[in-house]
């Protein structure tokens, strides 16, 4: 025997190392990029919010009137529960250039609420409130629409929001 190894004795080392070296670094990696999202640039999950009880929403303000209220100059708050494949309610009139504050949630089910070309993009969970703001500078007729599938008549939920008057 001599006092060298043969070659092929270190070659199982290396494909080991090949694979033990990625497995450490694409998940410290990993756990970098989430710690930069959440301390560097402000990206959280969202937090629990407001709650209410599904069953009682006819009873708890301001699902119990939903629809369109005006809260201030221009401003108005547009309330809309989702339940089984309908949206209350499914249409409304805002004036163009009114910014409106859109708090929503779902009645039965997972539900989804989506205005195309917008970025309004929200999911609708029973008991969970979810708010989001926006400002229509055009008229015309928005169409929103669940994008969650909810059931045998997903197909049908859907309304608009029309937006009048001159800019």
Request: proline share 9%; with cysteine.
């Amino acid at each position: 025997m001599t006092a060298q190894q043969p070659r092929e004795a270190h070659e199982p080392y290396i494909f080991e190392l090949a694979w033990i070296l990625p497995s450490i670094a694409i998940p410290t990696a990993m756990l970098v990029a989430v710690i930069i999202a959440a301390f560097g640039m402000g990206i959280h999950l969202p937090g629990l919010g407001t709650t209410v009880d599904p069953a009682r929403l006819s009873e708890t303000p301001p699902f119990d009137t939903p629809g369109l209220t005006q809260i201030g100059p221009n401003r108005y708050q547009l309330t809309i529960i989702a339940s089984a494949w309908q949206f209350q309610p499914n249409e409304v009139r805002v004036p163009v250039g009114a910014q409106v504050d859109i708090v929503a949630t779902s009645r039965d089910v997972i539900h989804g609420f989506e205005i195309p070309g917008t970025d309004v993009n929200l999911m609708l969970i029973p008991g969970r409130v979810t708010r989001t703001t926006i400002t229509f500078s055009k008229q015309g007729n928005y169409q929103f629409m669940c994008h969650e599938y909810c059931g045998v008549g997903h197909h049908l939920m859907w309304g608009r929001i029309i937006v009048e008057g001159t800019p």
